[in-house]
């Protein structure tokens, strides 16, 4: 009985302790990067549990920025998805600080399965999401050149 009550216990301590972790790492400040000579306010994502997360759960109308960047160490094929999204997306995927793909207005999942974008054929280091409209906001095109400034500190 006693261990059952002391792993209960420790399950509880390190569920509350991923929690925390999960939320504190969530991105609370903003940085401007420029995609086609435009200023854009970003959410930065550079540690895997920021990159997991992404944008799930926010609400547009409090978004506080133009969107999320997602940063990696390496340039590889990368799926991403809309788990609990609550608005639409645009994705830009970026390599060597220029844009190669973009998708426009990728649909929140209403209940169904969130759908998986891939970053095929491309290998990529720099995702850029911007909800449902941004890329024609910003005149976003592919080729368009990339400046992270300050991003990778």
């Excluded at 759960?57 to 809309?82: C, H, P, Q, S």
């Amino acid at each position: 009985m006693k261990n059952s009550i002391v792993l209960i216990v420790l399950a509880l301590c390190v569920g509350a302790v991923v929690t925390l972790g999960f939320l504190s790492s969530s991105p609370k400040t903003t940085k401007t990067m420029k995609v086609a000579g435009e200023n854009i306010l970003v959410y930065v994502a550079s540690d895997p549990i920021q990159q997991t997360r992404g944008l799930s759960g926010t609400k547009i109308e409090t978004l506080g920025a133009d969107g999320m960047v997602f940063l990696f160490k390496n340039k590889e094929e990368r799926t991403f998805w809309m788990k609990d999204m609550n608005y639409d997306l645009d994705i830009v995927w970026i390599a060597n600080d220029k844009v190669v793909k973009m998708e426009r207005n990728i649909p929140a999942p209403h209940g169904e399965e969130p759908q998986r974008m891939k970053s095929m054929p491309y290998s990529v280091d720099t995702v850029l999401e911007l909800p449902a409209g941004g890329i024609d906001k910003f005149g976003i095109v592919p080729g368009a050149p990339v400046v992270l400034p300050g991003l990778l500190d």
